[in-house]
């Protein structure tokens, strides 16, 4: 799960960026539940937040920015409600777009076994794309899962899922179901 932090999707600049695609596509809403039966179902759900150190500014982004997004220690920088749990595993070091680049993500998904990857995140065609342009060649099978992405504009969209067209895993009815032991909760978007 790439960038479900609050910075996107929480009111302020960036949320107004992406917030028709977000309501358009429930994006979080149908991550939140994902994420929820993908740990029912035993499977490493992995979060790759970018967080920026104002006072150790590393990446162009951060300079860009002036350090002043995704900033660390501040609640713009946190998940988003609902998506973190306990015992997911957290990606560290990320300062730029690829979640692999000067970060402990490949080490994680090979201490773990993992070599089939589903991501999920923010911006579709900006950090998820990035990121998993790195994991095809570094060798991991992965796939880009369209309902939990979202990004500026329906154009951007569909034109990052026309790129990884073969590596596409749209969800399904019969996806991670949610059993009677989950109860589905409510709409909080």
């Known amino acids: 799960m790439i960038e479900f932090q609050k910075q996107w999707t929480e009111p302020g600049l ?12 429930h994006t979080v809403a149908t991550a939140r539940r994902i994420v929820r039966a993908a ?4 499977v490493v759900v992995i979060h790759a937040p970018l967080i920026i150190d104002p006072k150790r500014k590393r990446g162009l982004l951060a300079h860009l920015t002036f350090g002043r997004v995704f900033t ?3 609640p713009r920088a946190e998940f988003t409600a609902g998506m973190f749990e306990t015992g997911d595993l957290v990606v560290r070091g990320r300062t730029g ?3 692999f680049a000067g970060t402990d993500l490949e080490q994680l998904l090979r201490v773990n076994g993992i070599e089939e990857i589903f991501f999920g995140g923010l911006t579709t065609d900006q950090c998820v794309a990035r990121t998993l342009r790195t994991a095809l060649g570094m060798g991991f099978r992965a796939y880009l899962v369209p309902e ?3 990004t500026f504009g ?12 073969a590596c ?5 009815e019969s996806d991670f179901p949610i059993s ?3 109860p589905v909760e409510p709409n909080r978007d």
């Open 72 to 74: 660390k220690g501040t």
């Open 14 to 25: 960036y949320h107004r960026l992406v917030r028709r695609q977000l309501e358009a596509r």
């Open 148 to 150: 939990l992405t979202a």
């Open 180 to 182: 009677p032991a989950l």
């Open 154 to 165: 329906r154009w951007q969209q569909r034109r990052s899922e026309r790129r990884f067209a």
């Open 97 to 99: 777009f690829d979640a």
């Open 39 to 42: 740990r029912h179902e035993g």
């Open 168 to 172: 596409l895993a749209p969800l399904q």
